[in-house]
C-alpha cells in the first residue's frame, strides 16, 4: 500500500511552458485535492474532487486544470506557467465522509523562471 | 468562505516542557478541526483532530482542545522531545474535501 505518491518530485519551468503534476492513490479514497503551499500562508486548496468525473474548484484555481478520469489519478495541469506558481505542490486523499484524514503525498517542488 | 488564524508563528521550548499553539476559525459551521505535523521535505502527516461534538481529546502526549463558541481551538504537547520539532498546521473544515488550514507553527525543541 503505497499511499498517494506524487511525481515529480522536482521541476523547473520557464515561463510559459506547460506541464503536468501527476498524483495517484492506492486506497481506494473517493475525494482527492490539489493545495499549493507557500512561505507564511499555510496550504490553499487548489481544485478537488468528489468521484470519478467530478471536480470543483477551490480557494486559488486560476491557471490550474484538473480531471479525475479514475478513482486512483488526480494530475494537475498548468497550461502556461507563471512565475507566481513557484511553490510546494501536494495531493491528498480521503474516503470522502466528514471528518476523514486527508493522507498527503510527499509534494513537488515546482519553479517557474 | 472559512478563515483560519494560528498563533504563534514560531515557538522554542526546552525539552521537557510544553507547548501550545492556537487557532481561531471564522465560520461557525465548520465541524471539524485536524492538527497537522509537517517534517522538512514531506507532506503534512495528521497528528490528531477534533470534531465539534466534543471538547477535548488526547492521545498520549498530545491533546486538543476545543471551544465552539469562541470558535477556537488549541494544540497541547506535553514534555516535548526534540523530535516535536517540526511545522505544526491546524485546520478546519466542514466538507471532507475543503480544508482551510491555518499559516503554521514552527516549533523548536531546544535540548
Known amino acids: 500500500n503505497a499511499g498517494v505518491t506524487q511525481t515529480p518530485k522536482f521541476q523547473v519551468l520557464k515561463t510559459g511552458q506547460s506541464m503536468t503534476l501527476q498524483c495517484a492513490q492506492d486506497?481506494?479514497?473517493?475525494?482527492m485535492s490539489w493545495y499549493r503551499q507557500d512561505p507564511g500562508m499555510g496550504l490553499r486548496l487548489i481544485h478537488y474532487?468528489?468521484?470519478?468525473?467530478?471536480?470543483d474548484q477551490g480557494e486559488v484555481p486560476n491557471g490550474y486544470n484538473v480531471s479525475r478520469s479514475t478513482t486512483e489519478d488526480f494530475p494537475l495541469r498548468l497550461l502556461s506557467a507563471a512565475p507566481s506558481q513557484t511553490s510546494v505542490y501536494f495531493c491528498?486523499?480521503?474516503?470522502?465522509?466528514?471528518?476523514?484524514?486527508?493522507?498527503f503525498g510527499p509534494g513537488t517542488r515546482l519553479t517557474v523562471l | 468562505g472559512e478563515n483560519v488564524e494560528q498563533h504563534p508563528s514560531t515557538l522554542s521550548v526546552q525539552e521537557g516542557d510544553s507547548a501550545v499553539i492556537k487557532c481561531t476559525y471564522s465560520?461557525?459551521?465548520?465541524?471539524?478541526f485536524p492538527w497537522y505535523k509537517q517534517e522538512l521535505g514531506k507532506g503534512p502527516q495528521l497528528i490528531i483532530d477534533?470534531?465539534?461534538?466534543?471538547g477535548e481529546k488526547k492521545d498520549q502526549r498530545i491533546a486538543v482542545t476545543l471551544n465552539k463558541t469562541a470558535k477556537h481551538f488549541s494544540l497541547h504537547i506535553t514534555e516535548t522531545q526534540p523530535e516535536d520539532s517540526a511545522v505544526y498546521f491546524c485546520?478546519?473544515?466542514?466538507?471532507?474535501?475543503?480544508?482551510?488550514f491555518g499559516t503554521g507553527t514552527r516549533l523548536q525543541v531546544t535540548l
Open positions: 491528498a486523499s480521503s474516503y470522502g465522509l466528514a471528518g476523514d484524514t486527508q493522507y
Open positions: 485546520a478546519a473544515s466542514k466538507t471532507a474535501s475543503k480544508l482551510t
Open positions: 465560520d461557525s459551521a465548520s465541524n471539524y
Open positions: 474532487s468528489v468521484g470519478a468525473g467530478i471536480t
Open positions: 486506497m481506494n479514497h473517493e475525494y
Open positions: 477534533i470534531r465539534s461534538n466534543v
